[in-house]
């Protein structure tokens, strides 16, 4: 089958199909998974009112039933109307505080960004992808011992091009080595367009150079040239963002949290996408079905101008095909192809990698790969992926390469799915675990190595079915949150309907407030499995009008929680001084403060999933002390009116504690925590899983891009999804001569 004249392989040209048919029904779904369920200021107030409809329950109860005394009369007057009445004007006045907030800015244009501010926000990226890709490039071993010289030039098929005049001017060429970074990266700056398409088969290295070339045009970055940012081409839905710079905006918004700071304009991260401020590097074109990979490359033709720079990576045949499709090739775009690795040079690299004494098979292995000798082996190592398989299954941990004389002259698929076996076991053993901060790259905890390749095959087939990227925070997506959230409501209900039982010394009252508590929870924690993380930012600096904006709403809410308890008193200034003054207080050490710190910082950033699910998780603390400090404002109230000191203190944080939780547009934290033990009771995952892929990345089996786990190469995340039955258990391949399975 030929494509314009472009021979296509066959058999990938069917698994293409194969794949595009089965990932069709689940294209959509990469785009909108990167959406949250935002917490709707409607439902505060819902819930509000359901709290407010609570006190004026408790106080016909107090007025129908029979009391024992005038104390309890007094108690249940004090504690159970005062703090619900309270909670209910909170979140009624929080629903419409956000509304108004909302109202404003719709109506409100923005300022628009000045050059200065542009510039700031440029160097802040650049400082935060350099960090990131930092260490990825030590990970990847891209430099050490050297670079794997692996041989690029203008692909030979001139029907994948553009036009050459639009390209460069005078002659179209890369004549270079990727172990030569600075003159590719200097070839690329001699384009016309600066647009450049990296293909080649699979595990050629064109992650690889992707990489090498961003942290090459990182370095040499001179004054008004954008800033590149690698992002991976799964996560663009076209259907959801046909034009390039939005999807662009939406992921510089959510991988660098730190352009929404204080210091920056409203929308920093749009203004960057659409001023051509950014050089977006599009990894991984070939990894979605045909059509999605068609809809990419017709919005890149459609919604990029003369300024728009790109750097795209793609598998050949999937890179055929695709233009075929579109019937157009990539405007002005250069496109280099991979040319295979001899095996004198792939002999060389291994030979540099070996330590001063290797294993005496080595020079065996060495010479029948220069001399032909091993055809197989030769194939295999043509790839850097194949040189990087045979360096972490053998060189690394030190084994006898016996088996690559063996296997290397049989089929180079079974050597292949050797190397892959061999990988997990030969990182885990060939890399102990240390708590040395020297030794960033190694793990910090002890695995079984058949564990790791289980829970591995678990996310393999997670993201053949959703999309190529692990998010600790989608792990809640993918079981059913029902029941959890039921249970978690009724917890919640229950305890506070036995604490404001205990208080009020009226069971009636404690039921009834503990289903509408229960109802409000099973509402309000809807959105907590669908939120993406949070970041906490205490910045003074800059957020005078908000401190003043938060005293004012405060002022609000307090007169409201006064003029309500005034008419729930009939008339007492005491019960309105006191529902007034506790709202005012509960509403700026809650809602005002988390409305606050809800804000990142520029050092506080999605600089990797670590740093996303720390921040989150510290973001839950402030929230649930701040609570506390209301349920202990709460204690001193029920102290005041006479309740015992441990059940007002007590119940006092309890509840204090619950509606902290409740606050914030940021749970996935607490998402997240709720989800682990349900996936770890049934082997899927580690009780400890983000430690767990925290060091799955230091071994070098997945990658990071901002805060997401990749699979470091398709070929190993694809190894681990065929090697499954249909029941569910690992299909052990048969033992070769070797003993190795």
């Given at each position: 089958?030929n494509?314009?004249?472009?021979?296509?392989?066959?058999?990938?040209?069917?698994?293409?199909?194969?794949?595009?048919?089965?990932?069709?029904?689940?294209?959509?779904?990469v785009?909108?998974?990167?959406?949250?369920?935002?917490?709707?200021?409607?439902?505060?107030?819902?819930?509000?009112?359901?709290?407010l409809?609570?006190?004026?329950?408790?106080?016909?109860?107090?007025?129908?039933?029979?009391l024992?005394s005038?104390?309890?009369?007094?108690?249940?007057?004090?504690?159970?109307?005062?703090?619900?009445?309270?909670?209910?004007?909170?979140?009624?006045?929080?629903?419409?505080?956000?509304?108004?907030?909302?109202?404003?800015k719709?109506?409100?244009?923005p300022?628009?960004?000045?050059?200065?501010d542009?510039?700031?926000?440029?160097?802040?990226?650049?400082?935060?992808?350099?960090?990131q890709?930092?260490?990825?490039?030590?990970?990847?071993?891209?430099?050490?011992?050297?670079?794997?010289?692996?041989?690029?030039?203008?692909?030979?098929?001139?029907?994948?091009?553009?036009?050459?005049?639009?390209i460069?001017?005078?002659?179209?060429?890369?004549?270079?080595?990727?172990?030569n970074?600075?003159?590719m990266?200097?070839?690329?700056?001699?384009?016309?367009?600066?647009?450049?398409?990296?293909?080649?088969?699979?595990?050629?290295g064109?992650?690889?150079?992707?990489?090498?070339?961003?942290?090459?045009?990182?370095?040499?970055?001179?004054?008004?040239?954008?800033?590149?940012?690698?992002?991976?081409?799964?996560?663009?839905?076209?259907?959801?963002?046909?034009?390039?710079?939005?999807?662009?905006?939406?992921?510089?918004?959510?991988?660098?949290?730190?352009l929404?700071?204080?210091?920056?304009?409203?929308?920093?991260?749009?203004?960057?996408?659409t001023?051509?401020?950014?050089?977006?590097?599009?990894?991984?074109?070939?990894?979605?079905?045909?059509?999605?990979?068609?809809?990419?490359?017709?919005?890149?033709?459609?919604?990029?101008h003369?300024?728009?720079?790109?750097?795209?990576?793609?598998?050949?045949?999937?890179?055929?095909?695709?233009?075929?499709?579109?019937?157009?090739?990539?405007?002005?775009?250069?496109?280099?192809?991979?040319?295979?690795?001899?095996?004198?040079?792939?002999?060389?690299?291994?030979?540099?990698?070996?330590?001063?004494?290797?294993?005496?098979?080595?020079?065996?292995?060495?010479?029948?790969?220069?001399?032909?000798?091993a055809?197989?082996?030769?194939?295999?190592?043509?790839?850097?992926?194949?040189?990087?398989?045979?360096?972490?299954?053998?060189?690394a941990?030190?084994?006898?390469?016996?088996?690559?004389?063996?296997?290397?002259?049989?089929?180079?698929?079974?050597?292949?799915?050797?190397?892959?076996?061999?990988l997990?076991?030969?990182?885990?053993?060939?890399?102990?675990?240390?708590?040395?901060?020297?030794?960033?790259?190694?793990?910090?905890?002890?695995?079984?190595?058949?564990?790791?390749?289980?829970?591995?095959?678990?996310?393999?087939?997670?993201?053949?079915?959703?999309?190529?990227?692990?998010?600790?925070?989608?792990?809640?997506?993918?079981?059913?949150?029902?029941?959890?959230?039921?249970a978690?409501?009724l917890?919640?209900?229950?305890?506070?309907?036995?604490?404001?039982?205990?208080?009020?010394?009226?069971?009636?009252?404690?039921?009834?407030?503990?289903?509408?508590?229960?109802?409000?929870?099973?509402?309000?924690?809807?959105?907590?499995?669908?939120?993406?993380?949070?970041?906490?930012?205490?910045?003074?600096?800059?957020?005078?009008l908000?401190?003043?904006?938060?005293?004012?709403?405060?002022?609000?809410?307090?007169?409201?929680?006064?003029?309500?308890?005034?008419?729930?008193?009939?008339?007492?200034?005491?019960?309105?001084?006191?529902?007034?003054?506790?709202s005012?207080?509960?509403?700026?050490?809650?809602?005002?403060?988390?409305?606050?710190?809800?804000?990142?910082?520029?050092?506080?950033?999605?600089?990797?999933?670590?740093?996303?699910?720390?921040?989150?998780?510290?973001?839950?603390?402030?929230?649930?002390?701040?609570?506390?400090?209301?349920?202990?404002?709460?204690?001193?109230?029920?102290?005041?009116a006479?309740?015992?000191?441990?059940?007002?203190?007590?119940?006092?944080?309890?509840?204090?504690?619950?509606?902290?939780?409740?606050?914030?547009?940021?749970?996935?934290?607490?998402?997240?925590?709720?989800?682990?033990?349900?996936?770890?009771?049934?082997?899927?995952?580690?009780?400890?899983?983000?430690?767990?892929?925290?060091?799955?990345?230091?071994?070098?089996?997945?990658?990071?891009?901002?805060?997401?786990?990749?699979?470091?190469?398709l070929?190993?995340?694809?190894?681990?999804?065929?090697?499954?039955?249909?029941?569910?258990e690992?299909?052990?391949?048969?033992p070769?001569?070797?003993?190795?399975?």
């Amino acid at each position: 089958m030929n494509v314009r004249g472009f021979p296509l392989n066959q058999a990938s040209f069917h698994a293409s199909l194969l794949r595009s048919a089965t990932a069709r029904s689940h294209a959509g779904l990469v785009g909108r998974t990167y959406r949250q369920r935002r917490p709707d200021p409607k439902a505060s107030v819902a819930v509000g009112v359901l709290f407010l409809a609570t006190a004026f329950l408790i106080l016909l109860l107090v007025e129908e039933l029979p009391l024992p005394s005038g104390e309890v009369r007094l108690k249940v007057l004090n504690i159970a109307q005062i703090l619900v009445t309270a909670t209910g004007v909170i979140g009624v006045a929080n629903g419409l505080v956000q509304l108004s907030s909302w109202w404003r800015k719709s109506t409100k244009p923005p300022p628009a960004p000045t050059p200065a501010d542009i510039d700031k926000a440029k160097d802040v990226l650049a400082g935060l992808v350099t960090e990131q890709w930092r260490n990825e490039a030590v990970l990847r071993s891209l430099g050490h011992p050297e670079p794997i010289p692996v041989p690029w030039q203008s692909t030979e098929h001139e029907e994948l091009m553009d036009h050459p005049r639009l390209i460069a001017r005078g002659a179209l060429s890369f004549p270079s080595l990727s172990d030569n970074i600075t003159n590719m990266a200097n070839d690329f700056r001699a384009l016309r367009c600066r647009r450049l398409v990296i293909i080649g088969g699979p595990g050629t290295g064109k992650t690889t150079l992707a990489v090498q070339l961003l942290m090459e045009l990182l370095r040499t970055r001179l004054p008004g040239e954008p800033v590149p940012v690698l992002l991976s081409a799964a996560r663009w839905d076209t259907e959801a963002h046909p034009q390039l710079h939005d999807w662009l905006a939406e992921c510089l918004g959510m991988d660098y949290p730190a352009l929404h700071a204080e210091g920056f304009g409203p929308d920093t991260a749009r203004t960057l996408a659409t001023r051509s401020a950014v050089l977006p590097i599009l990894d991984g074109l070939d990894e979605l079905p045909a059509e999605a990979r068609a809809g990419i490359l017709t919005a890149l033709n459609r919604s990029m101008h003369d300024s728009d720079q790109l750097i795209l990576t793609c598998r050949t045949t999937q890179f055929a095909e695709s233009v075929e499709a579109v019937g157009d090739a990539l405007a002005a775009a250069a496109v280099i192809e991979s040319r295979p690795l001899s095996t004198r040079a792939a002999a060389d690299y291994l030979q540099a990698c070996l330590p001063a004494r290797p294993h005496h098979v080595w020079p065996r292995v060495l010479d029948a790969l220069r001399q032909g000798a091993a055809p197989d082996l030769a194939e295999v190592a043509a790839t850097p992926l194949g040189l990087w398989l045979v360096r972490a299954a053998y060189i690394a941990p030190r084994q006898d390469p016996s088996p690559l004389l063996e296997l290397g002259q049989g089929d180079p698929s079974v050597l292949n799915d050797h190397l892959c076996d061999r990988l997990i076991p030969a990182l885990v053993s060939s890399r102990p675990p240390t708590d040395d901060p020297a030794e960033p790259f190694r793990p910090r905890h002890a695995w079984d190595p058949e564990q790791v390749r289980q829970w591995l095959t678990y996310l393999s087939q997670l993201l053949g079915r959703d999309s190529y990227d692990v998010a600790w925070w989608r792990l809640a997506r993918y079981t059913p949150t029902r029941s959890v959230r039921l249970a978690l409501s009724l917890l919640c209900g229950l305890v506070v309907g036995i604490t404001i039982g205990f208080l009020t010394e009226m069971p009636v009252a404690g039921a009834a407030t503990g289903l509408i508590s229960a109802f409000a929870v099973m509402i309000m924690i809807r959105s907590w499995f669908t939120e993406l993380p949070g970041y906490a930012d205490f910045q003074l600096h800059g957020r005078l009008l908000f401190i003043v904006r938060s005293l004012r709403d405060g002022l609000v809410v307090g007169l409201l929680g006064a003029l309500v308890g005034w008419l729930m008193s009939r008339g007492q200034g005491s019960g309105a001084l006191m529902i007034g003054l506790l709202s005012w207080l509960g509403f700026e050490f809650t809602v005002g403060l988390i409305r606050w710190v809800e804000y990142p910082t520029d050092t506080t950033t999605a600089r990797s999933p670590r740093s996303t699910w720390q921040a989150d998780r510290n973001l839950t603390l402030i929230r649930a002390l701040s609570g506390l400090m209301i349920g202990l404002m709460g204690g001193v109230i029920g102290l005041y009116a006479g309740i015992s000191p441990p059940t007002a203190l007590v119940g006092g944080l309890l509840l204090g504690l619950l509606f902290g939780l409740m606050l914030g547009s940021h749970h996935a934290w607490l998402a997240y925590n709720l989800t682990i033990p349900r996936l770890a009771t049934k082997g899927r995952l580690p009780l400890r899983a983000m430690r767990f892929l925290d060091d799955a990345h230091r071994l070098g089996l997945l990658r990071t891009e901002g805060p997401f786990y990749q699979f470091r190469n398709l070929e190993l995340q694809k190894h681990l999804s065929r090697v499954e039955s249909g029941s569910g258990e690992r299909r052990r391949a048969p033992p070769d001569r070797f003993g190795f399975e």
